[in-house]
């Protein structure tokens, strides 16, 4: 108990890495709760918002680290606004009945901020450099964490003692570029959808896009009104949905020789401009390594509910799970952990933690992919957790959304997506 305190235990100090979406989420519910918590907010760059502030620039920032934003110039959600609102914050999407765009998201999370007043709990240009537990007992849950920040503007480091951690850094940055015998081969401009920004840089080009998930068709689509010819190479199903005639599904790259570049089926094509759209790698680079997590293939452990570091419990991961809905998952994860704070649930024994955070599948880079098993995952956290489970409409909507994807990859974000009044359908309306 802390000095003088008679009734109450003293507030948990808890440390939250980062200010974008899952940052501000947690900040969010940190601050509804100033009984229990005094949360301190450190986020890197100038501003809130994480990749979905837009940056021009690419490659290193003023203070020498990696452009944190992914975000291109022309991106609209590929989810419709109305789906992506936290539960407890349904601004977007309110005007337009559809896809928004990423201005209008970055706007939704500053809106956020000042709503619930998060400013107050936020240091900007302030970088976390290391966390590593301070274990004071024989029991690792009963460790504190020993937290080193740097003020980016003054240099000055600076060491913090809390009571949990939640580790917001995002998983939008760092880029997996695959490796490809030949490449160093290559005469043209090749690069990460990372740095992508705009599509008239491309006039004329012939482009091959490695990679046919959100970011690869969405660029595809974008270049086609601009490139010669975008050559969508991937090893999924093909995509049925009616493309542009200059865009030409191909298999996987195999080899690069010069210009050529050489696919797994045995033919080939030429491209002067190669953009991986590979994906991102999960990067922790502040985390200790007796914090325990380890990354392998993507794959991160040992996580409890893909969340909760099960070596440690006081510190948790925050929108590890992907092929998801984000910002209500931040939601869900967000409260079931300051409800094991709390102490209102107890979590399972070691063991069956463990059991848990087992790979179940036989690519580790998927081992946390979700798709249609987010509902039962969002549903299990909130009935351990005990708070209320998200509202159906999600679930309806985004397997509207999928479903229209499928279909409609080219016009698809041009449709309205209105909600019934009750939550219970949805109406699409394409244009």
Not at 21 to 36: I, P, V
Not at 164 to 187: D, K, Q, R, W
Not at 344 to 354: E, T
């Amino acid at each position: 108990m802390a000095s003088g305190e008679k009734v109450s235990p003293s507030r948990m100090r808890v440390c939250v890495v980062g200010a974008g979406a899952a940052g501000l989420c947690a900040a969010r519910h940190l601050a509804a709760d100033t009984e229990s918590f005094e949360p301190a907010v450190f986020e890197q760059t100038n501003t809130v918002g994480g990749t979905w502030v837009y940056n021009e620039k690419t490659g290193v920032d003023e203070f020498g680290y990696p452009i944190h934003s992914s975000m291109y110039y022309n991106l609209r959600t590929n989810l419709p606004g109305k789906i992506m609102n936290f539960p407890d914050f349904s601004r977007l999407g309110e005007m337009e009945h559809g896809y928004v765009t990423h201005q209008q998201v970055l706007q939704y999370l500053r809106n956020y901020a000042d709503h619930f007043q998060l400013h107050r709990l936020i240091q900007l240009n302030v970088r976390v450099e290391n966390i590593k537990p301070k274990v004071s007992s024989d029991l690792a849950e009963s460790s504190k964490w020993n937290v080193r920040i740097k003020n980016l503007k003054t240099q000055n480091i600076e060491e913090r003692e809390f009571d949990a951690v939640l580790i917001c850094n995002g998983h939008f940055f760092e880029p997996n570029i695959p490796s490809i015998p030949g490449i160093e081969t290559f005469p043209g401009t090749f690069l990460h959808s990372h740095s992508y920004r705009k599509p008239e840089v491309y006039s004329g080009k012939t482009v091959i896009i490695l990679g046919a998930s959100s970011s690869g068709t969405d660029i595809a689509i974008e270049l086609h009104s601009h490139a010669y010819k975008v050559y969508l190479s991937h090893h999924n199903a093909r995509i049925t949905s009616v493309l542009p005639s200059n865009i030409i599904q191909v298999d996987a790259i195999e080899r690069i020789s010069v210009n050529q570049f050489f696919l797994k089926d045995g033919t080939s094509v030429s491209a002067d401009t190669f953009i991986f759209c590979t994906g991102y790698k999960y990067k922790f680079p502040f985390l200790d390594e007796s914090c325990g997590i380890q990354v392998d293939d993507n794959y991160v452990s040992p996580l409890y509910k893909h969340l909760i570091n099960i070596a440690h419990p006081t510190m948790c991961l925050v929108g590890i799970p992907f092929v998801v809905i984000p910002f209500p998952m931040f939601h869900m994860q967000v409260q079931f952990f300051l409800n094991l704070l709390k102490e209102r649930f107890q979590l399972p024994p070691k063991a069956d933690m463990l059991e848990d955070a087992k790979l179940k599948i036989p690519l580790k880079r998927h081992a946390h992919k979700l798709a249609n098993n987010q509902w039962d995952y969002n549903n299990n956290l909130a009935d351990m957790g005990g708070f209320k489970r998200l509202p159906k409409f999600y679930r309806i909507g985004y397997m509207a959304s999928h479903s229209q994807r499928l279909t409609n990859l080219l016009n698809y974000k041009k449709s309205e997506f209105i909600l019934s009044e009750d939550g219970e359908s949805v109406q699409i309306i394409n244009h």
